[in-house]
C-alpha cells in the first residue's frame, strides 16, 4: 500500500518562505513521478507542480512559476516543494500525489494522497 506522509507547513507572513517534504513508501519510489496540488478553503484541489521520476522533467501551474521549486531526492524516497514569495492567495492544505507513471511527458496523478499539511501565509 502507498504511504505519503507531508510535513513542513506552517504559518508565514507574505514574502516569506517553507519547504514542504512528502516521504513515500509502499512502491519503488525512484520509478514514479510526484506532485504537489493544494486545496483552499471551499475550493477545489489544485494542480501545482510535478515532477518525473529522475527529476528530468519539473511542471508548474502558472500560478507559482518563479516562485516555487519542486524537486526530489530519490535515495530519500523524498519530494520537496521549495516555496517563496509567498503571498494570502497561497494559504491552502497542500496534498503530495504520486503519479501513474514515470512523468516524462506529463503528469497524470494517481488516487494516493497523503493527508495534507497547512500552509498560512498572513498579510
Same mark, same amino acid.
Given at each position: 500500500?502507498?504511504?505519503?506522509?507531508? =510535513?513542513? #507547513?506552517?504559518?508565514? !507572513?507574505?514574502? *516569506?518562505?517553507? %519547504?514542504?517534504?512528502?516521504? @513515500?513508501?509502499?512502491?519503488?519510489?525512484?520509478?514514479? =513521478?510526484? #506532485?504537489?496540488?493544494? !486545496?483552499?478553503? *471551499?475550493?477545489? %484541489?489544485?494542480?501545482?507542480? @510535478?515532477?518525473s521520476y529522475s527529476g528530468g522533467h519539473t511542471y508548474y501551474d502558472n500560478s507559482v512559476k518563479g516562485r516555487f521549486t519542486i524537486s526530489r531526492d530519490?535515495?530519500?524516497?523524498?519530494?520537496?516543494?521549495?516555496?517563496?514569495?509567498?503571498?494570502?492567495?497561497?494559504?491552502?492544505?497542500?496534498?503530495?500525489?504520486?503519479?501513474?507513471?514515470?512523468?516524462?511527458?506529463?503528469?497524470?496523478?494517481?488516487?494516493?494522497?497523503?493527508?495534507?499539511?497547512?500552509?498560512?501565509?498572513?498579510?
Amino acid at each position: 500500500q502507498v504511504q505519503l506522509v507531508e =510535513s513542513g #507547513g506552517g504559518l508565514v !507572513q507574505t514574502g *516569506g518562505s517553507l %519547504r514542504l517534504s512528502c516521504t @513515500a513508501s509502499g512502491r519503488t519510489f525512484s520509478d514514479y =513521478s510526484m #506532485g504537489w496540488y493544494r !486545496q483552499a478553503l *471551499g475550493k477545489g %484541489r489544485d494542480f501545482v507542480a @510535478a515532477i518525473s521520476y529522475s527529476g528530468g522533467h519539473t511542471y508548474y501551474d502558472n500560478s507559482v512559476k518563479g516562485r516555487f521549486t519542486i524537486s526530489r531526492d530519490n535515495a530519500k524516497n523524498t519530494v520537496y516543494l521549495q516555496m517563496t514569495n509567498l503571498n494570502p492567495a497561497d494559504t491552502a492544505v497542500y496534498y503530495c500525489n504520486t503519479g501513474v507513471d514515470g512523468g516524462v511527458a506529463g503528469y497524470t496523478r494517481s488516487d494516493y494522497w497523503g493527508q495534507g499539511t497547512q500552509v498560512t501565509v498572513s498579510s
